[in-house]
């Protein structure tokens, strides 16, 4: 049986990493949870503290990177206040939605999740 191989990457770009982190909220986090997902124009990437949005067709950064809770801004309480990382991005391609959620340290301990209200990953989420 011959081996089959992969196809090349279609695309292939530079994402956020743990620099950013450092850059942008001031320290690093080990290991860096790198985790993204890819809808029908987008690549959402959240690494720890941040998130970028990419167009999946040139690469491009199209928003970000903020940290990962402004999601939760307005929403107030812990979600709003802490950026503790642990992030899920899940795109459904059905709805054509995204869900991101982190976790919130504190006194007892929250799972903050968000579905956007539209395609677009840069607009408003439901919280």
């Not at 620099?19 to 860096?32: E, I, L, Q, S, Y």
């Not at 990177?65 to 309480?77: A, E, K, R």
């Not at 503790?84 to 795109?91: S, T």
């Not at 995204?98 to 799972?111: K, L, P």
């Amino acid at each position: 049986m011959r081996a089959r191989t992969s196809p090349p990457p279609l695309l292939s770009f530079q994402g956020i990493s743990d620099d950013d982190n450092a850059r942008f909220a001031g320290f690093r986090v080990v290991p860096p949870d790198t985790q993204g997902d890819v809808g029908r124009r987008e690549y959402v990437q959240f690494v720890n503290l941040l998130m970028a949005v990419y167009d999946k067709a040139t690469g491009n950064r199209v928003f970000g990177p903020v940290t990962g809770n402004s999601i939760w801004n307005g929403f107030g309480g812990i979600c709003e206040e802490n950026n503790d990382g642990d992030p899920v991005v899940l795109y459904d391609h059905l709805a054509d939605r995204w869900m991101i959620s982190q976790f919130a340290i504190g006194a007892d301990g929250h799972q903050c999740v968000a579905v956007s209200t539209s395609p677009d990953p840069a607009g408003s989420y439901f919280r």
